[in-house]
């Protein structure tokens, strides 16, 4: 995975989307080299939580974005980082 995020990065791009927190190891590589991030969030239960446990992002960054698909995956997420939802 690492290499071919590190292939895909030279070509730096203006903004990365992912679109399942199981591409989170890409999301932390991006958000690592400055890139801005969006990290679009489908997965709940234990997938959510193990996932987010295993990349721990810093949800301070200016340069990543988390959404959920859903209020019930909004809610969830919120409660897996330890921060208040935001609308």
């Known amino acids: 995975i690492v290499a071919a995020l590190n292939l895909r990065l030279l070509r ?39 996932t987010l446990a295993r990349y721990r992002f810093d949800t301070r960054s200016r340069f990543l974005r988390i959404a959920a698909c859903s209020d019930t995956v909004a809610d969830e997420l919120a409660s897996a980082l330890g921060v208040s939802r935001s609308s």
């Open 12 to 50: 730096r791009p203006d903004v990365v989307y992912l679109n399942s927190a199981k591409s989170a190891a890409y999301a932390r590589a991006a958000v690592n080299r400055g890139i801005p991030t969006i990290l679009h969030i489908h997965e709940s239960g234990r997938l959510l939580t193990e």
